[in-house]
């Protein structure tokens, strides 16, 4: 499946503690998808 439309994908993490490991792995994922 391959598209020419860029998918913008939105991460929102809770907090500014430092919990956003989960949410750059996410993005790293879709980004490279």
């Known amino acids: 499946m391959e598209t020419k439309k860029k998918i913008r994908v939105l ?3 809770p907090g500014l ?3 956003d490991k ?3 792995i ?3 994922a ?3 998808a």
Do not use: F, P, S
């Open 17 to 19: 503690d430092g919990h």
């Open 30 to 32: 879709l980004r490279d």
């Open 11 to 13: 991460i929102a993490k």
């Open 22 to 24: 989960g949410a750059k």
């Open 26 to 28: 996410v993005a790293l």
